[in-house]
């Protein structure tokens, strides 16, 4: 069993930035690719960002590319940089463990933080 609990949400105007984070526990949560999903209103859940277990390699949903870092520290900690914000950036992001790309799941995923961008 992994457990992930996300910090760092809130409301930023548009342009500007957050960084979230994610502590994750469990038994063997440091062989785990980790990343990010989102799900905005009305919305279903789409793939954000993922980093393998050793950090070495990263993915990220083209909408976010060149804006977004993902990173961990540890393994067990993951934290994703947002910069230049939108409004469509808006969304609850969800920490997620062996995150995947075509369906927006994971094998694991957290409560999620709200992340407000106001235009």
């Known amino acids: 069993q992994v457990q992930l609990v996300e910090s760092g949400g809130g409301l930023v105007q548009a342009g500007g930035s957050l960084r979230l984070s994610c502590a994750a526990s469990g038994r063997t949560v440091s062989t785990y690719a980790m990343g990010w999903l989102r799900q905005a209103p009305g919305k279903e859940r789409e793939f954000v960002a993922a980093i393998n277990w050793s950090g070495g390699r990263t993915d990220y949903a083209d909408s976010v590319k060149d804006r977004f870092t993902i990173s961990r520290n540890n393994a067990n900690t993951v934290y994703l940089q947002m910069n230049s914000l939108k409004a469509e950036d808006t969304a609850v992001y969800f920490c997620?463990?062996?995150?995947?790309?075509?369906?927006?799941?994971?094998?694991?995923w957290g409560r999620g933080t709200q992340v407000t961008v106001s235009s």
């Open positions: 997620a463990a062996n995150p995947r790309r075509a369906t927006g799941t994971a094998d694991y």
